[in-house]
């Protein structure tokens, strides 16, 4: 009995589609456009798509280029946060610039903030592909914060090639007014850029 259960389990799923059902799937995947046609498990879904708000939509993009990402903890230990496409955008009305990236998949933010003339590239020790810089405010938390950042790209290349897009935007932006320090009684809110970047949704 179990030999015979085998023997069935392995044998290949017989199409009983019919002409009928050839034709129903045919009109299906013909669907306007605003609808996409998924498949899973031998079932059809027909999804409307959605227009999202990215808050990208008025940005330039400067620089597109694929990285690793990682954050220096309290334990003193670089932690990933995540692998995905690093972007340099550019407002088209303000003119400031920001470094944004979404992890890949869910498109979870995992860097969100501007770039300063302060901020300074340093190279990773013993890594060339690799830099580490400090982040005043780094908004992809619900939170503002601090953050030391570490970013890790696929070549020689690439790291040469987000250097020379960030001291550019270093240069441009010091037409703004970096925001300067709050004492230490300051809440975080006031400890914040006046204005932070645009708001960034998966």
């Known amino acids: 009995e179990n030999s015979e259960l085998s023997r069935r389990m392995s044998e290949p799923v017989e199409d009983t589609t019919g002409e009928e059902n050839v ?14 046609v998924v498949e899973t498990q031998g079932v059809t879904y027909v999804l409307k798509t959605v227009e999202a708000n990215t808050g990208e939509e008025d940005e330039e993009v400067l620089l597109n280029l694929r990285c690793k990402l990682y954050r220096w903890n309290e334990d003193e230990t670089w932690k990933e946060r995540g692998t995905g496409d690093l972007r340099i955008l550019k407002n088209k009305q303000t003119k400031k610039i920001r470094v944004l990236m979404r992890r890949d998949k869910i498109l979870k933010v995992c860097a969100n903030h501007f770039i300063y003339p302060s ?84």
């Open 119 to 202: 901020m300074e590239l340093k190279p990773n020790v013993g890594n060339d592909k690799s830099w580490v810089y400090h982040v005043a405010a780094d908004f992809a938390d619900d939170e503002p914060k601090p953050e030391m950042l570490a970013v890790r790209f696929a070549n020689v290349e690439n790291a040469a090639k987000f250097k020379e897009v960030f001291d550019e935007s270093k240069e441009a932006m010091k037409a703004f007014q970096e925001p300067e320090a709050k004492d230490s009684s300051s809440s975080e809110e006031e400890a914040a850029p006046a204005e932070a970047p645009a708001e960034a949704t998966a």
């Open 23 to 36: 034709q129903e799937e045919e009109e299906v995947l013909g669907t306007p456009k605003g609808e996409v």
